[in-house]
């Protein structure tokens, strides 16, 4: 069974910095792309970035380009999500997410239908 466990959430102050780890477990040697995604209180669920399985190719929401780098170790079986200059919207429960299965180009773009494997969420509060 997967596992997809997320750290690194916390509380800091606009224009501050974090950087949030996750890993996914239980499908030994596979390297699934993976999925940043966040949920602010009363909104939907919403993209944030997403890596390819070789780190090679990766996708920003608008709203965090230049602001938030995702990358992976695989040899760490580990992606990050670093976020820098953050502001008050931000705040959300971040979401770590692992794709086995779905289709590259959908995957990449964000979609969640494409995304098999979920974790419980990380808090991130940003306060201004």
């Known amino acids: 069974q997967v596992q997809v466990v997320e750290s690194g959430g916390g509380s800091v102050q606009a224009g501050g910095s974090l950087r949030l780890s996750c890993t996914a477990s239980?499908?030994?040697?596979?390297?699934?792309?993976m999925g940043w995604f966040r949920q602010a209180p009363g909104k939907l669920r919403e993209f944030v970035a997403t890596i390819n399985w070789s780190g090679a190719e990766t996708n920003y929401a608008d709203s965090v380009k230049g602001r938030f780098t995702i990358s992976r170790d695989n040899a760490e079986n580990t992606v990050y999500l670093q976020m820098n200059a953050l502001k008050p919207e931000d705040t959300a429960i971040y979401y770590c997410a692992a794709s086995y299965f779905g289709p590259a180009y959908t995957v990449l773009q964000g979609d969640p239908r494409g995304f098999d494997y979920w974790g419980q969420g990380t808090q991130v509060t940003v306060s201004s």
């Open positions: 239980g499908r030994a040697g596979a390297k699934p792309a």
